[in-house]
């Protein structure tokens, strides 16, 4: 039957059956995934407005709180784009109205990456302020909304890994993945697993980067761990994750998550090294 359960397992977890929606009030729904998105961004906020005052200063706050606004639009127009563009293109050619139906879900992390990327660039040069240490603030917030967002994943049972060795400790049954052989198979929680290592590790180690002031002073160190970081945790995370069913496995096996992390990785090294030449000077200012 195609909801049996493998007879090999030894006792696998259960994914607990969460509402994706957290708070009905009334017509209105409040998701998880949703509130996510809200929490990261005011966390972020917060922190950037922090580290913004540190030396050497590259905004004032009041900048700080504008760019906000210019961060969930990135985040959200980005992040769409992306997934259209990416993950499922030949879907909304056919249907192209489909790609505004945001709510059906599908964000690309990728893609918001970009459009925050550009907001930033099109906010600093407006505003007169130093592009890549306004960025420097804002990679170390990043990891912030990766981690929520990944858990927010695994609350709406979505993005779960793939087949797991049965004798994994920590092996889930996702009752609505995909059977393997007719059979429900135990799978890693692929989501926890990029919940750690994109949100919780590259935070710490952002965080107590940007504690240094010799690291603030080369402009451009932060983004371009970020970067590399980044891009290592979502290609070791993409090797226990199942890939997108539209898109399966590509060239040489790998992903179209571990592609679009290949250009980052490179992209962050080049901007590291390009730091550690030239430190900017203690006492900056936004011209």
Not at 217 to 234: E, K, N, P, Q, S
Not at 250 to 259: A, D, K, N, V
Request: glycine share 10%.
């Amino acid at each position: 039957m195609l909801t049996e359960i493998a007879d090999t397992m030894t006792q696998p977890l259960i994914f607990p059956r969460i509402d994706p929606v957290m708070l009905h009030l009334g017509p209105i729904s409040i998701r998880w995934y949703a509130v996510a998105y809200i929490v990261s961004l005011l966390l972020g906020w917060r922190l950037v407005r922090k580290l913004v005052r540190q030396s050497p200063v590259v905004a004032t706050l009041d900048q700080v709180d504008d760019f906000l606004t210019w961060a969930v639009l990135g985040v959200v127009l980005g992040g769409r784009i992306g997934y259209v563009l990416f993950y499922n293109l030949p879907l909304y050619m056919a249907h192209p109205l489909g790609a505004l139906e945001v709510w059906h879900g599908g964000m690309s992390f990728h893609g918001g990456m970009l459009g925050v990327a550009l907001a930033i660039f099109l906010f600093c040069r407006r505003n007169h302020i130093k592009i890549l240490g306004f960025a420097d603030r804002i990679a170390v917030a990043v990891p912030i909304g990766l981690g929520f967002g990944r858990i927010a994943n695994f609350i709406n049972g979505e993005l779960w890994g793939r087949p797991a060795p049965p004798w994994l400790p920590w092996a889930m049954i996702y009752p609505d993945s995909a059977p393997v052989d007719g059979l429900i198979v135990p799978r890693h929680p692929s989501e926890l697993y990029e919940c750690l290592m994109e949100g919780v590790i590259l935070f710490t180690v952002l965080y107590r980067m940007a504690r240094r002031e010799t690291v603030r002073l080369h402009y451009g160190m932060l983004t371009g761990t970020f970067l590399t970081g980044y891009a290592i945790a979502r290609f070791v995370g993409e090797m226990f994750r199942q890939p997108d069913p539209q898109l399966g496995y590509l060239w040489l096996g790998l992903t179209m998550g571990q592609y679009l992390s290949l250009p980052m990785f490179v992209a962050g090294l080049g901007l590291i090294a390009w730091a550690r030449r030239h430190p900017a000077p203690l006492v900056a200012t936004n011209a």
